[in-house]
């Protein structure tokens, strides 16, 4: 089983950029598909990006789809999550997580890390 720890998290101004990131640790990497997720307080965790195991596919939330950015390095064992042009909207904790099969927007995702806080100051 692969284990996730996000970090780059941290205060940024609106229109400023973060860049995320999640090291994972056992298992088979590259046999994952990834994904990160958001929770803002008081709201459900929701859907952000994911990038399929070779990073060759990915999808974004209608809300970031031009603003951010997924990626990995499978050698490293590192997703990548560059935000750029961020919002107050965008405040958060952003979680990574994994998936082996079946996975969706919705579901599937069965491994997370612990999240890392990232906050956009108007």
């Known amino acids: 089983q692969v284990y996730l720890v996000e970090s780059g998290g941290g205060l940024v101004q609106a229109g400023g950029s973060l860049r995320l990131s999640c090291q994972a640790t056992?298992?088979?990497?590259?046999?994952?598909?990834m994904g990160w997720f958001r929770q803002a307080p008081g709201k459900e965790r929701e859907f952000v990006s994911d990038i399929n195991w070779s990073g060759t596919s990915a999808e974004y939330a209608e809300s970031v789809e031009g603003r951010f950015a997924i990626s990995r390095d499978n050698t490293k064992k590192t997703l990548f999550l560059q935000m750029n042009s961020l919002t107050p909207d965008d405040t958060a904790v952003y979680y990574c997580?994994?998936?082996?099969?079946?996975?969706?927007?919705?579901?599937?995702?069965?491994?997370w890390g612990q999240g890392t806080q990232v906050t956009v100051s108007a």
């Open positions: 997580a994994a998936c082996v099969a079946y996975c969706s927007r919705n579901s599937g995702y069965n491994t």
């Open positions: 056992g298992g088979r990497f590259d046999m994952y598909a």
